[in-house]
């Protein structure tokens, strides 16, 4: 259900200092991003545990050159804190080549409120995000986008195993086909290393594709 934004305190209610570690993480996801076979940045992911807590740190920062030049140009960072494996709080800042995006929303009592461009939505029920690291999300038949806020429906099939390199070495990992109503992200994962690769439409004919350092 979608609101008129209301005044909320997102601030003071979101606690965003409290989402700011100092200790080292629990886990580290680490990217180099390819454009087809041209690398054209990273995206690292930060987890952090306490007990059925966990909070999550994502950083991206993509260029896309094109005869010198800086054709395309994508930063974003997430910061998300869960329970149980259901999103708690979010904080996201989004700029795709110019467009900014800015999502923030927590949990009050048994729905999440999300803010984005100036509206408010609440969503009831467990609400997890397009977090790759979490092999939950396979389970889902909705996630949260935290570069736009929404809610989008997802289906998700289980492609088999399959060798993957990783770090320099082959290794077998079981493929899914995560579909959206726009696209089709391919996910790999290992038994003991968990999220180690990803590739994505990007409707322009191109690939994106994630291989984990």
Known sequence: MK???VPILFAALLGLE???????????????????????GEHRFEV????????????????VRFLFVTAYR?????????????????????DANGTRYQVKGMRLGNDFRVERDAVSEKIDGCVKTFAYWDPGILE?????????????????ARRGLERVEVAGRELSATRYALVT???????WYHDQLGWVRLASDTGTGARLIYRRI
């Not at 329970?83 to 996201?92: K, T």
């Open 140 to 156: 889902q038949d909705r996630l949260l986008n935290p570069q736009t806020g929404e809610l989008e429906p997802v289906r998700v």
């Open 3 to 5: 609101l008129k934004s």
């Open 74 to 94: 994508y930063r974003h960072s997430s910061d998300e804190r869960f329970r149980d494996g259901c999103l708690e709080q979010i904080s996201a800042r989004t």
């Open 48 to 63: 952090f545990k306490r007990g059925a807590q966990q909070r999550v740190s994502s950083r991206a920062e993509f260029k």
């Open 181 to 187: 109503d726009e696209l089709t992200i391919d996910l």
């Open 18 to 40: 409290s989402l700011s570690v100092a200790s080292a993480a629990d886990e580290r996801y680490q990217f180099e991003v390819f454009l087809d076979q041209r690398p054209i």
